[in-house]
């Protein structure tokens, strides 16, 4: 059972318009939750970082937010550009004491950003 | 530019070849690791490398080898390629192991076995 699950799978915008990426994980305990953005043929980059203790993390048009309770995350994406088209992925740590923590990866959201 | 460098690009093998993916970071990282990333899956760890010296299995090591061959190089393996092993394989590093804050990614390798 996959324990980080994104949706929308794939979504489609226009330019200019907001978009909000949806995470929900069963990982528990875990340690931070990251958003990843994944340019096609390239490898993943980090957007945000948020521990358990944060709500919400921005990083320029990008917002994350962070519900601990309801094991829920968002990344909301504002003024879209052409360049967010991108695969957007939602990381989870978990703490692995043998192994100095444990990353879950989702299986990301294709965001296509249309003129 | 500093980062993770992974080589080949592209690969194509035939059943049963063997090949090496290349992995060589130049942040003075101590831990490095090898993912694979198959379509609607996350990424999974196939082996690490906590520091130089040591290897660990990671979710999905079989078929698989690495090698760390310095700080700044770590090696995957394939002894006899399999169709199950189509896939893009990224490799990572991190100053600590599984750095909560500081995990770099190569561009990744797209293998095809056929």
């Known amino acids: 059972k996959n324990q980080v699950e994104q949706s929308p799978q794939s979504l489609i915008i226009l330019e200019g318009k907001n978009c909000t990426l949806q995470c929900n994980y069963t990982v528990s305990p875990f340690s931070n939750l990251r958003w990843y953005k994944q340019d096609t043929g390239r490898g993943p980059v980090s957007l945000t970082i948020?521990?358990?203790?944060?709500n919400t993390k921005s990083n320029g048009r990008y917002t994350a937010t962070l519900d601990a309770d309801t094991k829920q995350s968002s990344l909301h994406i504002t003024a879209s550009q052409l360049s967010d088209s991108a695969s957007y992925i939602c990381?989870?740590?978990?703490?692995?004491?043998?192994?100095?923590?444990?990353?879950?990866f989702g299986q990301g959201t294709e965001l296509s950003v249309k003129p | 530019n500093a980062g993770v460098t992974q080589t080949p690009k592209f690969q194509v093998l035939k059943t049963g070849q063997s090949m090496t993916l290349q992995c060589a970071q130049d942040m003075n990282h101590n831990s490095m690791y090898w993912y694979r990333q198959d379509p609607g899956m996350g990424l999974r760890l196939i082996y690490y490398s906590a520091s130089e010296g040591t290897t660990d299995k990671g979710e999905v090591p079989n078929g698989y080898n690495v090698s760390r061959l310095n700080k700044r190089e770590f090696s995957l393996r394939l002894e006899s390629a399999a169709p199950s092993q189509t896939s893009v394989y990224f490799c990572?590093?991190?100053?600590?192991?599984?750095?909560?804050?500081?995990?770099?990614f190569g561009s990744g390798t797209r293998l095809t076995v056929v």
């Open positions: 948020m521990t358990f203790s944060e």
């Open positions: 990381v989870v740590s978990a703490p692995h004491y043998n192994q100095g923590g444990k990353l879950i």
């Open positions: 990572a590093s991190s100053e600590v192991p599984r750095d909560s804050y500081g995990y770099t």
